[in-house]
């Protein structure tokens, strides 16, 4: 079952990543106080293969799938260094320099027994990605004050990330990278 599958399209063009329906252009998302945005952009056909800008519009990452080798999304920093990696066959698997080693995306990314978020483990700390209204939100699975700390948004053309300062400073940037391109690729992560 698909978590994000309650989401309707409200008369906007149909999402080509299947989970993320579009925002109207004239209703763009207001920004998170205090966070960094990320923005996947120049999609070469879907978002395996895009840009990632950072926050003053630079090239920050870059997200390649071969066409040689479509079996394979490489994420490359600006230094064109490799610094996660899925393997769509013959299971769908990821490896994330220095956070996560290889293994199943439907385990790193796995989906909650009640089938409404999808959790995921940074550094011994589990959270959540659930939907939100036009958003899929990122919190602390076991906080007593549960708080939005990243969201995903499509919006035309592009996908949006934002980050708390917080993410930021626990180093959970390409983590999250990997889980909005996850989230968005319209592949079959389970």
């Not at 080693?101 to 959790?119: E, G, N, P």
Request: proline share 7%; glycine share 4%; with cysteine.
């Amino acid at each position: 079952m698909n978590p994000y599958a309650q989401w309707q399209q409200g008369g906007a063009a149909p999402s080509i990543f299947g989970a993320l329906p579009s925002l109207p252009a004239s209703n763009p998302p207001t920004a998170m106080p205090d966070s960094v945005t990320f923005t996947f952009t120049n999609f070469k056909t879907t978002i395996l293969n895009s840009t990632v800008l950072g926050p003053q519009q630079r090239t920050a990452y870059r997200v390649v799938t071969e066409a040689t080798a479509p079996a394979c999304t490489i994420f490359k920093d600006n230094e064109s260094r490799n610094v996660a990696m899925v393997q769509w066959q013959p299971h769908a698997t990821v490896e994330i320099r220095g956070v996560a080693a290889k293994q199943r995306v439907r385990d790193w990314l796995r989906l909650s027994s009640d089938q409404r978020r999808r959790i995921m483990e940074v550094r011994g700390v589990q959270y959540a990605w659930s939907p939100v209204g036009d958003f899929v939100c990122l919190s602390k699975v076991n906080s007593t004050a549960p708080r939005v700390l990243a969201r995903i948004a499509r919006v035309p053309n592009n996908v949006v990330l934002e980050l708390t300062q917080e993410v930021m400073q626990a180093g959970m940037l390409e983590p999250c990278l990997v889980a909005a391109v996850m989230i968005c690729c319209g592949h079959n992560i389970d």
